[in-house]
């Protein structure tokens, strides 16, 4: 099996760890512990695996084409906070669930976007180029997004003892991270540890989520009754996130394949780096987390119907947009 069938076929390997998770965590529930503590460091060699692939060092690659990356940025953190604010109204007014849909909706992802743009015909390069600047703008970014529109339950969630540790989960990665890119870039040789770092995302997500769910069996339990509620929103997210994709490739004039990875990146969100978030909030918050998970799977099925409808209807001619 080379990568790209591993990738193509992750959402069966996560929904796997899931019920293998939850039958576990059923069967042995004195296992929660143990698996709560094994969660952190699998979490922080995931985001390390993740991060390696990021060119963090390559910023201004990023701004060589103005036209895309003003698309990719307006639509990324302008537009889709205010669609999220939108969306989020339709929900009940309980503060974990709607922390857990804006953590989860309001950051752009940095990774498996790449996979799906290059399935989907669109410009990969292109697409390598934008993540550094939607991996730095979402950090600086999302506390504002959530200052706005969580309201005054968020600073009781989120103090500064609970959001430390999360921090040093994701900083910490992003920095050894950075280290690695500069002493992989050192010499062409080392380029092969990138590439064997490039099929650790998926076993190693798969193993999250597989804890979490083993660690939350209850909190999954609590938050089945929710599925009604926010699967139908994250899939309306995804069907407007395309369209707002659309417009803008029309009205910044993209060509076709920078159209379809516009299309790819406003679609898929960064789960993994608001995860530890989430997994930090007191008790009684638990369902953010498992809110999180849930729309990792929507939005994995949904890129397979992207994969279809993007390049065969919104984006399937190669003249300019």
């Known amino acids: 099996m080379d990568r790209l069938t591993l990738e193509r076929r992750q959402v069966w390997a996560y929904l796997s760890a899931i019920i293998a998770g939850l039958l576990a965590g059923s069967a ?62 339709w929900l009940p007014p309980d503060p974990a669930l709607r922390l857990g849909v804006l953590l989860v909706l309001l950051v752009p992802c940095t990774d498996w976007f790449i996979t799906f743009s290059q399935l989907g015909g669109g410009n990969v390069p ?12 979402q950090l600086l970014l999302l506390p504002v997004y959530l200052w706005l529109m969580a309201g005054t339950g968020l600073s009781a969630a989120l103090t500064p003892a609970e959001v430390w540790p999360a921090l040093v989960v ?32 998926v076993p190693l997500l798969a193993l999250v989520v597989f804890l979490i769910a083993g660690a939350q069996v209850g909190a999954v339990r609590n938050a089945l009754g929710l599925m009604p509620l926010i699967v139908p929103l994250f899939v309306a997210f995804l069907l407007l996130a395309a369209l707002i994709a659309r417009g803008l490739a029309r009205l910044m004039r993209l060509p076709v394949d920078q159209g379809r990875t516009l299309a790819f990146s406003l679609g898929t969100r960064n789960s993994f780096v608001v995860l530890p978030f989430a997994l930090t909030l007191p008790a009684g918050w638990d369902v ?27 984006f399937k001619t190669s003249r300019a947009m």
């Open 126 to 137: 292109r697409a390598i180029a934008l993540t550094p600047v939607n991996l730095l703008l």
């Open 28 to 89: 042995w529930p004195g296992l929660g512990p143990v698996f709560e503590r094994m969660l952190w460091p699998t979490l922080m060699l995931l985001l390390y695996a993740t991060f390696v692939q990021v060119p963090l060092l390559h910023l201004r690659e990023a701004f060589r084409d103005h036209r895309f990356v003003t698309a990719a940025l307006v639509g990324n953190f302008i537009l889709l906070p205010a669609l999220v604010w939108g969306l989020v109204q």
């Open 170 to 201: 994701v900083l910490l990665p992003l920095a050894l991270a950075a280290v690695s890119e500069r002493w992989i870039e050192a010499r062409a040789e080392r380029a092969v540890l990138r590439e064997r770092l490039a099929w650790w995302p």
């Open 288 to 314: 953010a987390a498992v809110v999180i998970v849930a729309q990792s799977l929507v939005e994995l099925f949904g890129m397979l119907f992207y994969l279809w409808w993007v390049p065969r209807r919104l």
